[in-house]
Nanobody, 117 residues
Framework: VQLVESGGGLVQAGGSLRLSCAAS????????MGWYRQGPGNQRDLVAT???????NYADSVKGRFTISRDNAKNTVYLQMNSLKPEDTAVYYC????????????WGQGTQVTVSS
């Protein structure tokens, strides 16, 4: 099983980016999925999560600016990021609880998001 992220890059403050994370492999189903971020010298922090049925949860710092969504048919989770700020600069990681036989937790490799002022 692999989680492959895409969509990171360099953007000016106030701009937008859309991150994608696709799961592949011998997957039965995927339960919760989410996005986390880790800035230089910082711990990995929650950005947003989404259940299989679509219930979402956001960090206070991104509420109203970021939107998490998923396509269960494509085993993919998205993060639409609007009104980006320099403090959003970080490596963004997706995670997923994937059902193979049992449920296991997986991380993506990370994608860099840099917001210039």
């Amino acid at each position: 099983v692999q989680l492959v992220e895409s969509g990171g890059g360099l953007v000016q403050a106030g701009g937008s980016l859309r991150l994608s994370c696709a799961a592949s492999g011998n997957i039965v189903s995927i339960n919760g999925m989410g996005w986390y971020r880790q800035g230089p010298g910082n711990q990995r922090d929650l950005v947003a999560t989404i259940t299989r049925s679509g219930t979402t949860n956001y960090a206070d710092s991104v509420k109203g600016r970021f939107t998490i969504s998923r396509d269960n048919a494509k085993n993919t989770v998205y993060l639409q990021m609007n009104s980006l700020k320099p403090e959003d600069t970080a490596v963004y990681y997706c995670d997923a609880y994937i059902v193979l036989g049992s449920t296991r937790h997986y991380w993506g490799q990370g994608t860099q998001v840099t917001v210039s002022s």
